[in-house]
């Protein structure tokens, strides 16, 4: 299962966000191309959750809570999973686009702004990442954990393709 860097694909909504500070594409082939929706992927992406992911998020938690970031209060999977999968958002996650072939969901926090977009183009799968900082708490936040992000989306992304056989 190989995932690789990869430009944003043209037709994805994501495009739509000009604005973006920062941007990412990974892609990965589709072991079974017609059988997945991007809502499944979006929820299996999410609700993967390492050992080793679990203590970062912590650690992260810890350290951003001082400067008034949000933090993980809630940590129901399987609401989480549901609400994805039907195409709603949860928490402080929002769905902002939908498609038979996308969905792209954002998460706003006071210092920056997410958005994350799984994009089905058969045969392959882009899972992608934007960013847009709302003031320089949002720049120095997002470059400390940029080579963090890179890892873990990609690892991610991987073992969830395995795991789940998309």
Known sequence: ????????????????????????????RLQIPGKVSPNQVMAAFWTTSPAWLKFLFRLRDLLVRPFGLKTETDSN?????????????????????????????????????????????NPSIYLSTLVQYHNKLGVVYFNLIRPFHILVVKNLFKQMMRERGF
């Open 77 to 121: 999977r399987e609401a989480l999973k549901e609400a994805l999968e039907n195409g709603e958002g949860y928490g402080m996650m929002t769905v902002v686009a939908k498609t038979a072939d996308e969905m792209v969901v954002s998460l706003d926090d006071k210092h920056l702004k997410a958005w994350f977009s799984v994009c089905i183009e």
């Open 1 to 28: 299962m190989k995932v690789c860097k990869s430009p944003l694909p043209e037709n994805s909504r994501i495009v739509r966000y000009p604005d973006a500070n920062y941007r990412d594409c990974f892609r990965c």
